[in-house]
């Protein structure tokens, strides 16, 4: 017999049967969601999705759903702490339009950086990460300015390894060790001096999505129209998308282009 919305829900309902737990059902949206009595954060569970992984797997299937939804409600009732944990601290790149507050209202540190982009903050706690707020800052008595300071020297500490790739006589450069924080070398100035030392056209650099940084050394008309698609398409593929626009990196400055290479001006 075919698993229906209603019987899964039923399952559910048992599943995640716990003290300190509430649970819902939207029914218009046909999402199942486990939360937090006193705070409300909590886990929103797609039902379709849960109903085709049952039906292939089984009670294995619904194993795995507990096992992830539980860590992910433990690690939000967790109390993070900021000191002793400097190391775990690091910059995580996103696009302007990312939220500014938690689900709860409470404001995100963050740090503008481009017109494009802005800097947050995240305390790594191995499988995943913590965007830093507010709150946490002032019980733990620091300030924007230290958290920043060490976020930016943990970032320049990261192993940074591109892999080049050569297109109509323009070099390319992709820095993607799957790290959670990619595009975060893009704060490395270090490195982008390097780049820019050793360019022998004018260096454009694309963060399109969380999990890469591309630093091009545009040498000829094609490299524009490259560097254009090529940021397009990452942008459109990525899982934590940020911005389709590359940058140019000059006198330690990022601004973002819109780029038609046949407008492209031969001198600058």
Do not use: C
Not at 70 to 79: D, I, Q, T
């Amino acid at each position: 017999m075919k698993m229906t919305t209603l019987k899964m829900k039923e399952k559910l309902d048992k599943l995640f049967q716990k003290d300190g737990w509430r649970v819902s059902f939207i029914r218009d949206k046909d999402t199942y969601r486990v939360e937090w009595e006193a705070s409300k954060q909590g886990v929103s569970i797609k039902i379709p999705n849960v109903i085709a992984k049952f039906e292939q797997r089984g009670e294995a299937a619904l194993d795995e759903l507990y096992y992830h939804v539980s860590e992910s409600l433990k690690m939000m009732n967790k109390e993070h702490h900021l000191n002793g944990k400097e190391k775990n601290i690091f910059p995580v790149i996103r696009a302007t339009s990312f939220p500014k507050k938690t689900k709860a209202g409470v404001k995100l540190v963050f740090t503008e950086h481009t017109a494009e982009t802005n800097v947050y903050y995240a305390l790594d706690l191995g499988s995943t990460y913590q965007l830093i707020d507010e709150e946490m800052l002032e019980v733990q008595g620091w300030t924007k300015d230290r958290l920043k300071e060490i976020s930016l020297f943990n970032v320049r500490s990261l192993p940074v390894d591109p892999k080049k790739d050569t297109v109509a006589e323009n070099d390319f450069y992709f820095i993607s060790p799957q790290d959670g924080y990619d595009a975060s070398r893009i704060l490395n100035e270090s490195f982008l001096e390097e780049m820019k030392a050793n360019a022998i056209g004018e260096l454009l650099v694309a963060v399109p999505h969380q999990d890469v940084l591309i630093v091009a050394d545009i040498q000829n008309q094609t490299g524009y129209d490259i560097i254009a698609q090529m940021t397009m398409k990452f942008f459109a593929d990525g899982r934590v998308p940020i911005t389709s626009l590359p940058f140019v990196y000059d006198e330690k400055k990022l601004e973002p282009v819109f780029i038609l290479a046949k407008n492209k001006p031969k001198d600058k």
